[in-house]
Structure formats: structure tokens, C-alpha cells
């Protein structure tokens, strides 16, 4: 009786201190995935979790009849269930040609969708209930005098909030400035977060853990940057750059072992995949590389990091010579790797943009595909312990598209005075109908990429000499490979 007893006891504990088995199910474990095929060139930039289910959030280049011709840039969110359905698709026609870069889902299913105009002169919020229907839209317009602005990142938070994070070009010091706003689900700024420069990097990636926000800065001609911010205050905690022009981060995320972010090492022509581990002070634990030795002067480029506090996971792509394949895997805390995999079709491109914890070691995988004439499609796959199902086999459901599409107006508000949501004066939805369902491999151009050069420390000179590294390493693995070979 005691022993029984004891076992329920560990059984309980195990399941409150590793919830993820049975809680974070938001696909069906049996789910492949699909490709969604609309009209033209459609782009997938984020992929947000629901409670079962998924959002993908796709900036659509050729949908609709808007008043700005065939390429409006209209922002197309679909919606799926755990099984994978398509519970609706909806486009939204914001008023000017535009882009969206990152999304976040609430506790009630709704979405926020952050991005910025095609001529860069404006950004968005813009937040989607459950059931398609835009609840609020926001124009953002800095306080200060500015020219370019972009909204590229958002988190949600564990109160109910969120944090949307981007950047303007201020035209009175000639920089870009970084904004960071903890809004509220209607709409209400909590606190806004101004950082001046004195260079030109752009905020790009975001996450929320222990009280905190993490970003990371794009920097053009300088060294990126990572930023710790109070979530509740909105003070500005610690700042760090580790010193090396030729370091790009793109994204980071964070757990109880530190601060992980992604991007790219450009070494001469090449862009090799870089992922940073650094402590909650910022310190450079460790550095790893992830390059393709088969294609010579090559880009691996990382765009996106998650992580569900027991593995890290990694996205982007990896050039073939001609053309570029998704790249997907998995890390322990350590950045040790666990599994690396790359797929797509041969001759054509593919990117993976967004990555989300789905069951146990199983992940959702996000991107986008390049069709023979039609631009790219987004895509949704399962993988299992880096493992494909079924032979990469995906689902292709093919969407008849209107050209009615959900028009939002709004005047533009300056960001000092916001007080509420704005009034819509139209919104017309049309549900797009799904027809056609065939199977489509995607495992035909399938290419290993080779992990080389591990960085560690918090010498920042070290980072500069990564290329030599690099050629010693594969000097060295050649040398061993032709003598056992001997």
C-alpha cells in the first residue's frame, strides 16, 4: 500500500514538473501536415499556437481586387484544427500594401498580428478574434519625428498582455530607434519603451519568460544586440553586443538556463547558421556554427528559435548550390545537437520560418515552398524526433480565392495618444472554400547539412577567428576520414 501509494506520488509530481506530455497536444500526434496552394505568391511569416490548433499567418502578394492592384500585399490568416482542417481562411485588405512578420495568440484564441507597410512608412497591430473577426486595428505612428518604421516582433505574456517590439528611423538624429509597447488585449498600452541609437539595427526577434522580455537587433553595419527588459515596469535591465560586425541575430527565446538567439556569422561570401547561448547576465556561454561543407561559399541562415524549457529548436535554410532547402534541429540545453535534418524539392527553394513545441519532442514546422510558377506556398509538418512521417508525404489542399476582400480603415494615431481601439468602418468577410486534396513529397531533394566548429567562452576576439577554425576543423575531420579510410 505504501509502495502504490509512493508510485502515485511520483506519478503526480512527474506530471506537474513536466506538463508537456500531456497538456502542450495542440495537433493531433497522427497529423502530417499540409501545403495550402492560393493564387500566387503567398508567404508564410509566423505560425501561432492555439489551445488545439495552429494559425498560420501569411502575407499574400496577389489576392483580391484592393485599390493597390494585383500585388496588395494583403495579410491571409488561416486558421486550423488539431486535426489539421481548415476551420476558416480570411484575407484582410489593410488599406495599403503591407507585410506581416510575427504573430502571438492570447488566452482566448485570439491573435495579434504585428508588421509594417510595403513602403515601410507605417506599422500595424492588429489583433483577430477566434472567429475571424477583427476586434481592433491599430496605424502606429512613433511620437517623435520618423521616416521608416517596423513592427517585426510580438510575445504574449502569462498575465493576458503582450509585447509588440520594432524600430523607426528617427530623422532628427538620422538613426534607428528601437520601440518596445506592452499593450493589453483591447487595445491599451500598459508602457512603451523608446531605446535612441546611434546606428542602424532593427529589432527582430522576442520572447517572454520569469518576468522578463528578450529581444535581439538586426544590426546593418554593426554588432547585434540583445536587450533584457522588465516586463512588468518596462525598464531596461541589460544591454549586450559581443563586439563582431559580422554577427546578425534574427530571433531568440529564453528559459531557466539562459538566453539562446539565432542568425548568421557572415565569414567572407559565406553566412554560416550561428546560434548564441549566453547567461541572464548576458555573458557568452557558448557559440555553434552550423555549416555546409558540400556547397563551398554557401548561406545557412537560422530564422527562428524555440524552446519548451527542455530542448531548443532551431529553423531556417541551407544553400544547395542553386537554390535553398529548409533546415530544422534540435538542441539540449547545452547546445549539444540532438538531430539536424533539411528537406524541399529539388531545383526550388524552401525556408523554414516558425517552429512550435507540439507533443513531447514532437514540433510544428512552418514555411514556405517554392511552387514551378506560382511563387511560394505555405506549408505545416510534423516532425517526431527529427524523424518525417510517412516518407514526407504532406497534404496539398488547393483554396478558390474571391476577390472580395475584408477592407479596414482607420486614421492613423500618433503612439503618445493612444486611447483605445479605433472605430472600423467596414468590414466585409469572405470565407475562402477549400477544394482539391492530393499528396505532395517533399523528401525528393533531400540534403544533409554537416554541424563544424563549436565556439566557447566570453572572448570576444574569438568570434573573428571562427573562418580559420572552421578550415582546420574540416582539415583535420579529412585527415581522420583518409586515414581510417587507408
Not at 328 to 345: E, I, M, R, Y
Amino acid at each position: 500500500m505504501v509502495r502504490a501509494s509512493l508510485v502515485i506520488i511520483i506519478i503526480n509530481i512527474m506530471f506537474i514538473i513536466n506538463p508537456i506530455i500531456s497538456i502542450a497536444e495542440i495537433m493531433d500526434p497522427s497529423f502530417m501536415g499540409n501545403i495550402i496552394i492560393g493564387d500566387s505568391d503567398d508567404n508564410l511569416w509566423s505560425a501561432s499556437a492555439l489551445s488545439k490548433g495552429v494559425y498560420l499567418v501569411v502575407t499574400s502578394q496577389s489576392f483580391g481586387a484592393s485599390s493597390y492592384g494585383k500585388y496588395s500585399g494583403s495579410l491571409w490568416t488561416i486558421r486550423l484544427d488539431y486535426r489539421g482542417e481548415i476551420v476558416w481562411s480570411r484575407i484582410y485588405d489593410i488599406g495599403i500594401p503591407a507585410q506581416y512578420y510575427d504573430s502571438a495568440s492570447l488566452a482566448d484564441d485570439s491573435l495579434i498580428v504585428v508588421g509594417t507597410s510595403y513602403n515601410y512608412k507605417i506599422g500595424y497591430i492588429v489583433k483577430i478574434n477566434s472567429s475571424g473577426r477583427v476586434d481592433w486595428f491599430y496605424r502606429v505612428v512613433p511620437a517623435t519625428r520618423y521616416y521608416y518604421e517596423f513592427l517585426t516582433g510580438v510575445a504574449a505574456g502569462p498575465d493576458g498582455n503582450f509585447v509588440v517590439i520594432g524600430s523607426y528611423f528617427n530623422m532628427t538624429t538620422y538613426r534607428f530607434d528601437h520601440q518596445i509597447i506592452k499593450m493589453n488585449p483591447n487595445g491599451t498600452i500598459l508602457w512603451y519603451r523608446d531605446i535612441p541609437l546611434s546606428s542602424y539595427d532593427i529589432l527582430f526577434g522576442v520572447d517572454i519568460f520569469n518576468n522578463t522580455v528578450v529581444a535581439v537587433s538586426y544590426s546593418y553595419n554593426g554588432p547585434s544586440t540583445i536587450y533584457v527588459i522588465n516586463y512588468s515596469t518596462g525598464d531596461l535591465l541589460k544591454v549586450r553586443n559581443y563586439g563582431d560586425s559580422n554577427l546578425k541575430l534574427y530571433d531568440v527565446t529564453a528559459n531557466p538556463s539562459g538566453i539562446y538567439a539565432v542568425g548568421y556569422l557572415r565569414i567572407g561570401s559565406s553566412y554560416d547558421g550561428i546560434i548564441l547561448k549566453s547567461d541572464w547576465n548576458l555573458t557568452l556561454k557558448k557559440a555553434i556554427l552550423i555549416n555546409n561543407t558540400l556547397s563551398g561559399n554557401s548561406i545557412e541562415w537560422l530564422m527562428t528559435i524555440t524552446t519548451n524549457n527542455s530542448y531548443l529548436f532551431v529553423g531556417g535554410y541551407l544553400n544547395i548550390t542553386t537554390y535553398n532547402v529548409s533546415l530544422v534541429a534540435s538542441f539540449d540545453q547545452d547546445l549539444n545537437l540532438l538531430w539536424l535534418t533539411t528537406f524541399g524539392q529539388e531545383d526550388k527553394d524552401g525556408y523554414t520560418y516558425d517552429i512550435i513545441p507540439n507533443y513531447a519532442t514532437n514540433i510544428l514546422v512552418t514555411g514556405s515552398l517554392q511552387e514551378a510558377s506560382t511563387g511560394y506556398d505555405p506549408y505545416i509538418l510534423q516532425l517526431r524526433n527529427g524523424v518525417f512521417p510517412q516518407n514526407c508525404n504532406l497534404r496539398v489542399i488547393r483554396l478558390n480565392v474571391n476577390t472580395t476582400n475584408i477592407t479596414i480603415t482607420s486614421s492613423s494615431v500618433a503612439l503618445s495618444a493612444y486611447n483605445g481601439a479605433l472605430d472600423l468602418t467596414s468590414q466585409t468577410y469572405t470565407v475562402i472554400n477549400t477544394s482539391g486534396v492530393s499528396i505532395f513529397s517533399l523528401c525528393g531533394g533531400r540534403v544533409g547539412g554537416r554541424l563544424i566548429g563549436i565556439y566557447v567562452g566570453d572572448k570576444v576576439s574569438q568570434i573573428r577567428y571562427l573562418s580559420p577554425l572552421i578550415m582546420l576543423t574540416v582539415a583535420f575531420l579529412i585527415k581522420i576520414k583518409s586515414m581510417k579510410s587507408s
